[in-house]
């Protein structure tokens, strides 16, 4: 096959997931719903991020649709927890799409105000190609990861609109140098904030928190 | 465009990648060069795993075939030991291919047998779909990231020849169960072996290497 072919499917898969997301995003704007896409590596605290960002949530009602390649041990977590949440396999694929979230969307009842958090595939590639109807990207790196991640993988970086460096307990025992990741970070994306957290201790939430319900009541 | 057509596109891709990477194989087979496709999440420790083997290789001469999306940052690194080696930027792609690995061995001077290694783009999922023309597979993981990895992630380790769990000199500081990891590596892997390793200290490199030079002997 000709890379001219290639790159006109490309072309065609990511416009039809454009369009199809941007009726995602205008349905859940009409509904009062804020929808987060949470993206980051196989490991990076994504759920973890989850719920101690739901513990502190004020009077905004979470919502989650778990995306996985396989298993629904996230999804199993969080119903625990009494978050509505609905699971997508997507059996294979890297990231999740826009008419993947329409559909989990509909299976979603979505009767009052809140947030709509979208936990997408554990990879720092993929997912930033795609938009899947949200309000806001919020990017999870971490401290054990190390600090050329921006370098390696620009796109996630640049396309954030808030990051969150995660495993901050684990600072002491690592080679982390925040200010070649933080040079890396700026140089794509000048504004969005950058948190330090630590899912494992909770320090750090209250900031993510307070941007998510500002961002939303701007909505 | 139809999902009938999307398949269609997908196969042929695939198709066109496997006829490649098997003349890749051969090439390399015939010149007595061992290959090493190395697989891990972004930060898993692929460089550091790559430093820790190469200064134990005893009579085999390394060489590496560098994958990332952007930057040459772990090839700077590489070259300042005195390996041989060359830079693929994928400029977005999330994976490496064989067409990319047939042009990067044109670029290499394979003087002498020895042991190719190509370090993947960091990414837990796509590169485990595409053969580049290895002769094993190796897939670093962490204990950071948790042990959950080989239910969400399948693929990677169904595919694995060896499995290395990284960074476990970190283990007293984080929550990770081993028995449950176990569990699932096994269930989708009977046979490859794991080694428990730290990119930082060293420790526990000296078995991957002499696994390595085993199976390069073998071929």
Partial sequence: MSETKKIEVMENILSENDTIAAEVNRAMTEKGIFVVNVMGAPGAGKTSTLKQV?????????????????????????????????????GGACHLDSPLIRKATE????????????????????????????????LIVTATDGSDKPYKYPLAFEKADAILLNKVDLLPYVEFEELFFMNGVRALNKHAPVFKVSGKTGDGYDEVVRWIEQKAAEQ
Avoid at 58 to 72: M, Q
């Fill in 107 to 138: 299976d979603l009842k979505l009767p009052s105000k809140g947030v709509l958090f979208i936990e997408n595939i554990g990879n720092l590639v993929c997912p930033a190609e795609f938009v899947i109807g949200e309000h806001v990207k919020l």
């Fill in 54 to 90: 739901i513990r502190r949530l004020h009077g905004l009602k979470p919502y989650v649709i778990e995306g996985d390649i396989e298993s629904d041990l996230d999804t199993v977590t969080l119903r625990a927890l009494g978050v509505e949440t609905v699971q997508i396999n997507t």
